[in-house]
């Protein structure tokens, strides 16, 4: 994969001494990175993300401490994975939704397995703040990221569940 590979008219790819982003029309999609943590824990803590996620409000140092030892190392891995020939396996990529007109991070749009189902199975997830519901955002984040993974990875199917708050 070369940096800035165009995958259609709006979206990009972007790798190679810079955050990995994948553009959308309002938002992209980044790499966490450690700016990402403030923004991370208030979402986490928003009563419809603890409705789905409860065992993601967790303090500021536990949040940090998974950001930094687990969520942005196994990022790189999914991603070297992805120029080696895009056998992504077990790995899970873990991506901020951050909105292009603030640089605001405002969510997070991430695959992986999902544990309660047999392998091999991958799955999209996402959580976006409530003050962004409605404006298309998380559907944005959503496509550009299944077009990522069909285009760049081994992985030819997606689980699908819909759970609405």
Known sequence: MKAGVI?????????????????????FLREYLLEDLDAI????????????????????????????????PENRRFLQAVQDGGDVGQLRLRLAIVLKETGECIGWCNTGPKEELPPPNREIMYGIS???????????????????LFRNTRERELNANRRCS
């Open 7 to 27: 995958l259609n008219s709006k979206t990009t790819i972007e790798f190679q001494g810079k955050p990995f982003t994948i553009e959308c029309e309002d938002i």
């Open 41 to 72: 824990c208030k979402i986490s803590h928003e009563p419809e993300i603890r409705h789905f996620l409860p065992g993601w409000d967790v303090s500021r140092e536990q949040r940090r401490e998974w950001l930094t030892d687990y969520e942005m």
């Open 130 to 148: 409530n003050r962004y519901y409605n404006k298309g955002y998380a559907t944005q984040a959503v496509r550009a990221l299944i077009r990522y």
